[in-house]
């Protein structure tokens, strides 16, 4: 049993290979002397990479923990609804693309799951579609000018696009007679060597007028060039390059935020920041990625329309914070501001844990911690507490709602 109910709490960097190598290390205060790429920072109890509660000075696997005392940490309700901490928090650093994606829904999730299990398919095998039972909504909040794909493009301006792209001028009848998922169907199962020679001279054309400066980061040829322009010849080419033309091309500032659900196609493009998503593995993916890609199952669970993305600005609630509604019942976010002898009150009605961005934390409860730039904080389920700052304060607050 855990005397106190404030805790720092120690995340896990993953170093994929898309990540950049600054902005995580820089934020963490340490060197990275091998230019490695700092991905992702978690913080959460996922059992692949559980974070650490400092108790006593001594690191303490924070899964591990909530098995032995989930009601206390997590609180009665939280535990007897989801039987674990609900949610993953995370800061990234994407430098390169991340793949064309969809999460599939808890139900969709429980039964590729179930089959796969069935099928003999192994939990870490590089095929396995689904390595749990969980669907995996997310919401992200910008920290830096942040960009990304989001939904297919409003039919309107899905059509304007196969009209202006020489390459897709073909596709625009397809459309009209079968709708979103004909279009995409048509290219995703498109024959590799029809791939090749419809995006060759496409791929050619963006990387050109990238290096006369005629795109933004706006334009889908931008994001097209960034991945080709440094190749000499064009073969097996990735037929991700499809959605960045047929998605929306969504920029975020920083305190922006976007959320995603079930069935929404989407993919990073470039920035940083705060990531909160249901505790959950299942990816299915559809380009832009050395992992393994299965476009029948993506198909099987894209919500085929166009959309007009909701870029969230926050609503305010008490002095300080901003929260950012998620349709779901496994987290939720805020964004906790404070200046120099302002205080935040709160009572945690779950494990929250806060992510400090800028500044320094002084917590008051039960027990009293400080917290600076690149720490985290952890406040038991049941914690009334109060937050100070001796200057400014940026933070993220992950709770169940």
């Known amino acids: ?22 902005y995580i290390p820089h934020w963490l205060g340490i060197e990275n002397k091998e230019n490695k790429p700092f991905a992702e920072y978690w913080m959460g109890a996922h059992p692949s990479a559980s974070s650490a509660l400092i108790v006593n000075g ?19 309700e939280v535990n007897a609804t989801f039987g674990e901490l609900p949610y993953l928090f995370k800061i990234l650093d994407v430098k390169d693309m991340l793949s064309i994606q969809v999460h599939p829904s808890k139900e969709s999730a429980e039964k590729g799951f179930n089959d796969e299990e069935a099928n003999g398919v192994a939990i870490n095998a590089p095929h396995r579609n689904y390595k749990d039972k969980n669907h995996k909504p997310e919401v992200m909040v910008a920290l830096s000018e942040f960009w990304l794909l989001h939904g297919f493009l409003s039919e309107d301006k899905l059509l304007k696009v196969l009209q202006t792209v020489p390459e897709f001028k073909n596709f625009e009848s397809l459309v009209i007679d079968k709708g979103y998922k004909g279009l995409y169907e048509h290219v995703m199962l498109m024959p590799q060597v029809e791939v090749d020679a419809l995006l060759t001279p496409l791929v050619e054309r963006e990387i050109n007028r990238k290096r006369n400066n005629e795109l933004t980061k706006a334009d889908a040829g931008w994001w097209v060039a960034k991945l080709y322009e440094q190749q000499e ?23 922006e935020a976007v959320f995603q659900g079930a069935g929404l196609p989407h993919a990073y493009l470039e920035g940083q920041n705060v ?3 249901a505790n959950s593995d299942n990816v299915l993916r559809g380009g832009l990625t050395p992992k393994h890609i299965d476009v029948p199952e993506l198909i099987k669970h894209i919500i085929f329309e166009g959309i007009e993305p909701n870029v969230m600005k926050g609503i305010d609630l008490t002095s300080g914070e901003k929260n950012y509604p998620c349709p ?3 987290f939720g976010i805020s964004k906790i501001e404070l200046n120099a002898n302002e205080v935040y009150e709160a009572e945690a009605t779950s494990l929250e844990i806060i992510v400090i961005i800028e500044g320094e934390l002084n917590a008051e409860g039960s027990n009293n911690i400080t917290a600076k730039r690149g ?12 937050f100070s700052t001796p200057e400014k304060l940026i ?7």
């Open 395 to 401: 933070a993220y607050k992950a709770f169940v709602p």
């Open 328 to 330: 779901v019942p496994d």
């Open 1 to 22: 049993m855990l005397q106190d109910k404030i805790f720092k709490l120690k995340g896990k960097v993953q170093h994929y290979a898309w990540g950049g190598t600054e």
């Open 375 to 386: 720490e985290v904080v952890a406040v038991l389920a049941g914690e009334t507490y109060s």
């Open 275 to 277: 990531e909160l998503m």
């Open 58 to 76: 001594k690191e303490e696997n924070l899964y591990n923990l909530i098995q032995q005392d989930a009601n206390s940490i997590l609180g009665e």
């Open 233 to 255: 010849n064009f073969s097996n080419l990735d037929r991700g390059i499809f959605s960045i033309y047929f998605f929306n091309i969504v920029k975020t500032n920083p305190g």
